[in-house]
């Protein structure tokens, strides 16, 4: 049984899939992927996957402004993601997070945004879904100054060792998505390689990263098992024991029960 603990149902090309949302989640779970939480990249999204929790009772999503969505936009308020939060099968905040290396310019916006989300968290006791690249001392740098006795996940993680070492000191877990599967990804492996087991999560970031062997396709939740298998060969675990444990460990960061 594996979960994906990360994907954007909301952001799949469904035109020409067949069985549209329903023949995706059959296609996964087909391959024993159980349980979904679809992550929210603005507030629309965090308002428009309430419906989606609300249809499936293996589906659950989360609240937040993703770094790179700035657009015009005012930053988000911590009472604006708390109201948000309280809706049913919302169990995280977020993605949000900072990101230097495709939106440098927005940093500011970023940054308050960020605080925001983590304040919302603070205020809800819900865990935070962190995204980061090329921002790992001013990350580090906030998650102490705004300690989370929740806790959260550093999703999609490309960085450092040093970094995920820092972020499971502070109670985070580190996820891993396809690009581990990738063949440029040898440092990445080497850093799945030194994550506790108890502090491992995988995902697809769904529609985006497919791993290998599906890349250049659309990706979706039945892919996680790629990802899964590929790191437990890199943690030299059977797939059947590395599903156990980060099934148990997405239970218990988000405090959700098991099917």
Known sequence: MLVDSHCHLDHLDLT????????????????????????AVDLSSSASLVDLTAKYSNIYSSVGVHPLQKI???????QQLVDLAQAQGVVAIGETGLDNFYSADTHKWQRESFINHLQASQSTGKP????????????????????????????????????????????????????VTFKSADDLREVVRRVPLDRLLVETDSPWLAP??????????????????????LKDITIEKLAEITTQNFHRLFRIPAV
């Not at 020409?16 to 992927?33: P, S």
């Not at 001013?138 to 550093?154: D, H, K, N, S």
């Open 72 to 78: 015009d936009q005012p930053v988000p308020s911590v």
């Open 128 to 179: 935070i879904i962190i995204h980061t690249r090329d921002a790992r001392e001013e990350t580090i740098e906030l998650l102490r100054q705004y300690p989370l006795e929740a806790g959260g996940v550093m999703h999609c993680f490309t960085e450092t060792w040093e970094m995920a070492e820092a972020a499971i000191e502070l109670g985070f877990y580190i996820s891993f998505s396809g690009i």
């Open 212 to 233: 290998v062997p599906h890349r250049g396709k659309q990706n979706e939740p039945q892919y996680v098992r790629e990802v899964a298998e590929c790191v437990a060969d």
């Open 16 to 39: 020409d899939r067949e069985g549209g949302l329903d023949g995706v989640i059959a296609d996964a779970l087909a391959q024993g992927i159980t349980q979904f939480l679809s992550v």
